[in-house]
């Protein structure tokens, strides 16, 4: 309701944040409870955020911060946790100090339902207020947990609980069944915010304006134009002692099940009706219906290795890890190629890449169009156009496209039209995706957020291959540290009508 009514009014996204808080103000006052204060996403995320959102007085007024965890921390343990994290200058000292004033933490079990009780007078003592629990835990502990939270620590009368939940979601289809149902037990989907943090990336929120802005592109978003849609998401560094959790997941679970999986239904989506959150969910839902499950011989898996040239970090590879269990199968590259089986996109490849300890941090989407028909000019010199959106690192567009060598010849040449947000939007301030997306769940819009139903068809489309690959093990194909991935991959590209002619070159001199 409230994001309808200020789309209506041309704003800027500070302007309203400005208004989203001064809207949610009407209802506060607000409790922020994290669960799971004293661990690694709390340190490094969320309590960064809340910062950043507090600095810029974007958190409505009257929210109060509650950290959960079983360790006994005062609230200086807890700051010394976050304060490698948290960016306060000089100037901001003062202001850091009412941030911290904010806060408190109360020391408790997963388990137990006193504590959990503790918890709830905790919240009780700032009044009858609104409450967001956001659960940075393992899953392991989300049932207990969340079980507790709807016995002793739920809203009182008018108020609203909301709870943010991090993925994984589940391991496989069953597993997420098995959450999801457990979860919808308890709360209303309106209640539960899955969170996927790249639904919060600027041009990730921008594929739809860009898609549903433009007359030009209506005509040729389907399989007349274009030849095949690539979707990459790249490091440059391995797994760096997080071995354990990542083995246990692999790339594919990691990143390509959600995050490239949302890319691809924003890419691929027809237009939805309105902007409300359910219009969109009800269209990315319906692209992944169409999607068939990923077969085994699309895919290509790769695991790096130690790279004896490189500098120390990339000496190690993935086994070489002491968190990782030796002989680990787990593919830590993946490309793979999908399908959407519906009028616009039938035959149209999605390919899917991600990978870890590659040659460089990029996350983008190449949408690369069919060949000229009928070319006029020397054989050859014409080459595909290329739109690409570029997520990060550098967000831009870019079009790739043929032009007349400028001057007498009348040859012609590759060139860009280029938006570079950093060019045309200097100083510009491009928010953290976490601070979009907890101001979102303040604001009570799940546009950003993962619907039940949608996470149901992410793991139809992937559960079949993922047990496959349990039962089969095949050996992932070794890429050295640094490295583009294995060779196969670019061959699977290749057979899925993407042409790569390494004729393009790039001017970084013209930003
Ligand atoms: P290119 O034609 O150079 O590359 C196109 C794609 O081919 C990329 O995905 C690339 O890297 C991939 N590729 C590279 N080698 C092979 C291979 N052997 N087989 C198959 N695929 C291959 O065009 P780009 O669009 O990548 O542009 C080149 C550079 O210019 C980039 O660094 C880009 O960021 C920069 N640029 C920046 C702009 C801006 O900042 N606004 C605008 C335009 C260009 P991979 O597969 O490794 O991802
Ligand atoms: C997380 C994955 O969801 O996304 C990590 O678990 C990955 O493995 C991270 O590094 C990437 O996020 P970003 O925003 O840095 O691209």
Known sequence: MYSRYLQELAMTSKEISKMFVQLGNKTGPNVFIVIGASGDLAKKKIYPV????????????????????????????????????????????????????????????????????????????VGNCNRLFYLALPPSVYETVTLNLKATCMSKSDKWTRVIIEKPFGRD????????????????????????HYLGKEMVQNLMVLRFGNRIYS?????????????????????????????????????MQNHLLQLL??????????????????????????????????????????????????????????TVPAGSVTPTFVTAALFVRNERWDGVPFILRCGKALNERKAEVRIQFKDMPGDIFSEGKVKRNELVIRVQPNEAVYMKMMTKSPGMSFDCEETELDLTYGSRYKGVKMPEAYERLILDVFTGSQINFVRSDELYQAWRIFTPLLHQMESEKPKPIPYKYGSRGPKESDDLFANNNFTYTGTYKWSPSKI
């Open 50 to 125: 809340l910062w950043a959102l507090f600095k810029d007085e974007l958190l409505p007024k009257e929210t109060y911060i509650i950290g959960y965890a079983r360790s006994k921390l005062s609230l200086e343990d807890l700051q010394s946790r976050w304060a490698p994290f948290l960016k306060v200058s000089e100037e901001e000292q003062e202001k850091y100090k009412e941030f911290v004033k904010i806060n408190k933490y109360c020391a408790g079990q997963y388990d137990k339902t006193s504590d959990f009780s503790r918890l709830d007078k905790m919240i009780n003592d």
């Open 219 to 255: 005509p040729i978003w389907n399989r007349d134009s274009i030849a095949s849609v690539v979707i990459s998401f790249k490091e440059p560094f391995g797994t760096q002692g997080r071995g354990g959790y990542f083995d246990d997941f692999g790339i594919i679970r990691d990143v």
């Open 265 to 322: 239904t924003l890419v691929a989506m027809e237009k939805p009706p309105s902007t409300a959150a359910e219009d969109i969910r009800n269209e990315k839902v319906k692209v992944l219906k169409s999607v068939p499950p990923i077969t085994m011989d699309n895919v290509v898996l790769g695991q790096y290795v130690g790279n004896p040239d490189g500098k120390d970090d990339e000496k190690q590879g993935y086994l070489d890890d002491p």
């Open 173 to 196: 289809l069953e597993t997420s069944e098995h959450l999801s149902n457990h979860l919808s037990s308890l709360f209303r989907e309106e209640e539960i915010y899955r969170i996927d």
